[in-house]
Structures are given as C-alpha cells and as structure tokens.
Nanobody
Framework: QVQLVESGGGLVQPGESLRLSCAAS?????MSWYRQAPGKQRELVAS?????FSDYARSVKGRFAISRDRSTVYLQMNSLNTDDTAVYYC?????????WGQGTQVTVSS
C-alpha cells in the first residue's frame, strides 16, 4: 500500500504562482498530477516517469513544470488563471497498482 500526501494548494490571484508537492510513502514509478474542476471530468495535467521523462496537457504547457526527487513530485504552476481552479490530485503507479492522493484545492480568483 502506497500513501500519497499532497500539499501546497491555496487561493491566489490570476497571474500568480503556486507549487504543489506530493510525497509517496514508498518507491513508485510514474507520478502524475490530475485535476478536477466542478462539474467536469478529472483530467491529466502532467506526468513524469521514474527516469524523468515528462509530459503535459496542452492547456498548461509552458506555464506548469513537473519535477521529482525520488518519490516526491512537484508541480510548479505559473501564470495561473481562473480556468486552473480545481482540486488537484497526485497519482502514482507501481508495477501493478495505481494510487491517488486526497486532493488539494487550488482556487484562482481576483
């Protein structure tokens, strides 16, 4: 069983930045950030493999940066806008299973 602990969400104004963190309790493979806005489906924001290969949703490319240090993953979010408001979830995989974090709220509002 792998536990994921997220932190870093909050309320910011448009144009500001936030950094999310997610620490896994064990060694994991790919780590990802998803988000779910009210009334919308959960969507993949960014992912990073154990070797450091990263990928991004088109809507955040150039504004967000994913990185990791062993079993901790970070999401640096710059130039935030109101469309980025959502609950952000960390997701990590092992060889056989996937695990979700509890979610952290990010609200972008003036």
């Amino acid at each position: 069983q792998v536990q994921l602990v997220e932190s870093g969400g909050g309320l910011v104004q448009p144009g500001e930045s936030l950094r999310l963190s997610c620490a896994a309790s064990a060694t994991v493979n790919t780590m990802s950030w998803y988000r779910q806005a009210p009334g919308k489906q959960r969507e993949l924001v960014a992912s990073i493999s154990a070797s450091g290969f990263s990928d991004y949703a088109r809507s955040v490319k150039g504004r967000f940066a994913i990185s990791r240090d062993r079993s901790t993953v970070y999401l640096q979010m710059n130039s935030l806008n109101t469309d980025d408001t959502a609950v952000y979830y960390c997701f990590a995989t092992t060889q056989f299973l996937g695990y979700w974090g509890q979610g952290t709220q990010v609200t972008v509002s003036s």
